[in-house]
């Protein structure tokens, strides 16, 4: 029998919730890859789970020797502990059903992460767009985030507050003049039209309702509110609350992907580290198991030879002895018999 011989086993990845399935080869290797993902997830802020099973190989077919349900991250401050927890993916022989229970009283507590819930939309009547990307694995808190959001609109309505100003200095210097010039003061054309095609006032002031002063005043307190006509807002140059949230779920999508490449590229550099130790780790291991069985191969050979060399040196000394003893009696018996036939007798002497 070889005493380094590997039995073969398999190890399965099953039902894997924000896991990717990775081939293993030993039960080293299947910890390892445990911590690694472990970390991940709490990088990350999000909870995923997978069932492991071992399966023994042999020529009489697949044995199971163990499987388990998982739930992760979990609060685990010493790698050691992994082992603890994971100990019966060590087993050679299929694990009993009341130790897998009672192993899994004890497994480690599981970090709940909540993913944010997006606000619902307060008018019915507003169009509604998709929600905000989940920023649940970027660094900063959703309260951090909701703080930069609220100064971006608080921004954005005092710009708008002061373009309503400078509107009601433009309406009350066209009502001195008495001339219907709203149309050209809210919304100013980019470029002059022809000559040859004038655009008359009419014209210009029935596409665009006119607003006087005492109007504008009435719309201050109601800009955060989805009760002013969408016509009021694109006559004030405005935007309405489904577009502005448009506009800032845009701005924080940018910042999301550079977020998720840095983090990204993070755990990958975190994942390299960890198999580099882990492989480091399994090659001491793996040389100190090969040192050990060297020197226990040669301490038993030892012990054997000495033992053998004892049996053959008490076996060779019992069968000299029987020998000699053997030869002693031939010689008495020849000398009588020489004695006698020379007419020696024992009584003679």
């Not at 030993?26 to 909870?47: G, M």
């Amino acid at each position: 029998m070889n005493p380094f011989k590997k039995t073969a086993f398999r190890y399965e990845m099953r039902n894997c919730v924000n896991f990717r399935a990775t081939e293993v080869s030993d039960a080293y290797e299947l910890i390892n890859w445990v911590i690694a993902e472990n970390l991940r997830l709490q990088e990350l802020k999000v909870n995923g789970s997978v069932t492991l099973t071992k399966v023994k190989t042999t020529a009489k077919g697949e044995q199971e020797i163990y499987s388990a349900a998982l739930h992760f991250p979990v609060l685990i401050a010493d790698e050691e502990d992994y082992d603890d927890w994971l100990e019966f993916f060590y087993a050679t022989q299929p694990v009993k059903e009341k130790d897998r229970l009672e192993k899994e009283k004890s497994f480690p507590k599981v970090m709940p992460f909540k993913r944010p819930k997006v606000a619902e939309q307060e008018n019915p009547d507003v169009k509604a767009y998709a929600p905000a990307p989940d920023l649940s694995a970027m660094d900063e808190g959703p309260e951090e985030r909701e703080d930069e959001e609220k100064a971006r609109l608080s921004l954005q309505i005092r710009s708008q507050e002061a373009e309503i100003e400078k509107l009601k200095q433009q309406l009350n210097q066209s009502e001195s003049k008495k001339v219907p010039r709203e149309a050209e003061i809210i919304e100013p054309p980019k470029s002059e039209p022809p000559k040859s095609e004038p655009l008359s006032k009419k014209s210009s002031v029935s596409k665009i309702p006119s607003i006087d002063s005492s109007e504008i005043t009435e719309l201050l307190p109601l800009l955060d509110k989805n009760s002013v006509p969408d016509s009021t807002l694109k006559a004030l140059g405005l935007l309405d609350k489904a577009e502005i949230t448009k506009q800032v779920q845009d701005s924080f999508q940018a910042l999301y992907q550079q977020e998720l490449e840095k983090e990204r590229a993070k755990i990958e550099a975190t994942k390299v580290a960890a198999l580099k130790i882990a492989k480091q780790e399994f090659d001491e291991k793996e040389r100190a198991a090969k040192v050990e069985a060297q020197n226990s191969r040669l301490t038993t050979e030892q012990d054997l030879k000495e033992k053998y060399e004892l049996l053959i040196f008490e076996e060779s000394q019992k069968r000299l002895e029987a020998q000699r003893e053997k030869a002693q009696a031939l010689s008495e018996q020849v000398l009588s018999t020489l004695l006698r036939d020379i007419g020696f007798e024992e009584g003679d002497k």
